[in-house]
């Protein structure tokens, strides 16, 4: 009836929910924690919203117009990087 990967299913998942009971207890008895946790999340965000809006402009939408504009301009480009890997690989083989 219980075969040893059936039993090892029900301990690997008993072990999980034992892990998330434990977490889940010490959050809801956190105090200056919650606030801590709350700060964090919020500069994290914060972070990355200034991080994509300032230092990552989306330069393929800016250059070309079109989707398939777009796509053939990255398609280029992996092709050109991949010729140049490919040459660099035979150079250091020699």
Same mark, same amino acid.
């Given at each position: 009836?219980?075969?040893?990967? @059936?039993?090892?299913?029900? /301990?690997?998942?008993?072990?999980? *929910? %034992?892990?998330?009971?434990?977490?889940?207890? %010490?959050?809801?008895?956190? *105090?200056? %924690?919650?606030?801590?946790?709350?700060?964090?999340?919020?500069?994290?965000?914060?972070?990355?919203?200034?991080?994509?809006?300032?230092?990552?402009?989306?330069?393929?939408?800016?250059?070309?117009? *079109?989707?398939?504009?777009?796509?053939? /301009?990255?398609?280029?480009?992996?092709?050109?990087?991949?010729?140049?890997?490919?040459?660099? *690989?035979?150079? /250091?083989? @020699?």
């Amino acid at each position: 009836m219980f075969s040893p990967v @059936n039993l090892f299913v029900r /301990h690997a998942a008993n072990a999980a *929910t %034992g892990v998330w009971r434990f977490y889940l207890d %010490g959050f809801r008895q956190m *105090t200056v %924690g919650r606030k801590l946790w709350a700060l964090i999340i919020v500069k994290l965000i914060f972070i990355f919203l200034v991080l994509k809006l300032f230092f990552f402009p989306n330069i393929l939408s800016r250059d070309f117009d *079109t989707d398939q504009e777009r796509a053939d /301009h990255v398609r280029r480009q992996l092709m050109q990087d991949s010729k140049k890997q490919t040459s660099e *690989t035979i150079i /250091h083989l @020699n």
